[in-house]
C-alpha cells in the first residue's frame, strides 16, 4: 500500500472522528473526553499489536523519538481542541490544514527530492481543504479575540507535523506498531498529569462513552496509518493525504446527516483531490 493510500485511510478515520464530535454534548468535559479517546485508542492498537503478534524490542534513539512525537501529538490535540473552542472554523481550518507544508519542508531537509509540481500540488491540496472549510461556516455571532485563536491553530499544525515526521522518525528505526504505542502511553502520561495537577475532572460522563471509544478507534486506526508509511517511498504524503479530513468531515455531514455543500465546495474537493491525484502519479 502506497503513502498515499495509507493517508486517505487517516483522512476518512479522522473525518468520522470529527463527525462523531457532533454529537458530544457541550457539557463533556474536554480534557476527559480528550482522555478517554486516547484510551481508547491506545486499547485498540494494543488489540492490533496482539493480533498480529507485533511486539518487538526498540533501540533507545527510536524509544526517544517516538516519546517526542507523543508531546508533540498532545500539543496538537490541545492546539486542536482549544482553537475550535474559540473558532471560527473559517479562520481555524485553513492553518491547522496546512502542516503538509512542514511535513513536506521537513521531509526534503532529510533529503528527500520535492520538485515545483509537487510542491504545488501540496498547496492545491492545502487551498482546497480551506475552501471547503472556509465556506462550511456561515456563522454570525461574535467570537473571541483572533490573535490567540491564530496562535493556536498554528500549535495544532506544528504539533501534527512534528507527530507525523518523528513517529516516522521512530519507525524507520524499529517497528511502527511499538513507536506508535510508545506515542501513545507518553500523550496519556502527561495527559493524566496535568489533569491531575490542574484538578480537572477524568469521568467525560456514561452517555458520551460509547461515542467517545468510537473516536479513540478512528484516531488509533489514523495515528497508525500514517506512522507506518515510514520506509515506503514518498512516506511524507502519508501526512499531505492525511490532511484533508477536514473537507471529508463536511463531505460525510453532505452525505449521511444531509447537510448543505456549495458547487464552490465541490470545486475544492476537486481541487485538493487533483492534488492527492498527481502526487499518485
Known amino acids: 500500500m502506497s503513502a498515499l493510500a495509507l493517508g486517505l485511510i487517516a483522512a476518512f478515520a479522522w ?47 527510536a524509544v526517544g523519538w517516538s516519546a517526542l512525537a507523543g508531546v ?26 496546512s502542516y503538509p507544508v512542514l511535513s513536506v519542508g521537513w521531509a526534503a531537509m532529510r533529503g528527500a527530492e520535492i520538485n515545483l509540481w509537487q510542491w504545488g500540488a501540496v498547496l492545491a491540496i492545502i487551498f482546497g481543504v480551506s475552501i471547503v472549510a472556509a465556506l462550511s461556516d456561515d456563522s454570525t455571532e461574535d467570537v473571541p479575540a483572533k490573535g490567540p485563536t491564530i496562535a493556536l491553530s498554528a500549535i495544532a499544525a506544528v504539533g501534527f507535523a512534528g507527530t507525523f515526521a518523528l513517529g ?53 486506526i489514523a495515528l497508525m496509518s500514517v506512522v507506518s508509511a515510514a520506509g515506503l517511498p514518498d512516506a511524507q504524503y502519508a501526512a499531505v493525504a492525511s490532511s484533508v479530513f477536514g473537507l471529508l468531515t463536511i463531505v460525510m455531514a453532505w452525505a449521511f446527516l444531509r447537510e448543505r455543500m456549495t458547487s464552490i465546495q465541490w470545486l475544492g474537493c476537486a481541487i485538493a483531490f487533483a492534488g492527492i491525484g498527481y502526487l499518485a502519479l
Open 168 to 220: 516516522q522518525m521512530a519507525a524507520e528505526m524499529s517497528h511502527d506498531m511499538p513507536a506508535t504505542l510508545v506515542t501513545r502511553l507518553v500523550l496519556i502520561t502527561l495527559l493524566v498529569i496535568g489533569m491531575a495537577a490542574l484538578r480537572l475532572p477524568f469521568w467525560p460522563g456514561r452517555s458520551t462513552l460509547a461515542v467517545l471509544c468510537l473516536m479513540g478507534i478512528a484516531d488509533g
Open 15 to 61: 473525518g468520522f472522528h470529527d463527525i462523531c464530535v457532533r454529537y458530544l454534548s457541550q457539557r463533556t468535559p474536554l480534557m476527559a473526553a480528550l482522555l478517554t479517546v486516547s484510551l481508547a485508542g491506545t486499547a485498540f492498537h494494543l488489540g492490533m499489536m496482539v493480533l498480529q503478534s507485533d511486539f518487538h524490542p526498540m533501540p533507545r534513539e
Open 72 to 97: 508533540f501529538f498532545l500539543i496538537a490535540s490541545l492546539g486542536l481542541y482549544g482553537a475550535f473552542q474559540r473558532g471560527p472554523v473559517r479562520l481555524v481550518s485553513p492553518i491547522i490544514a
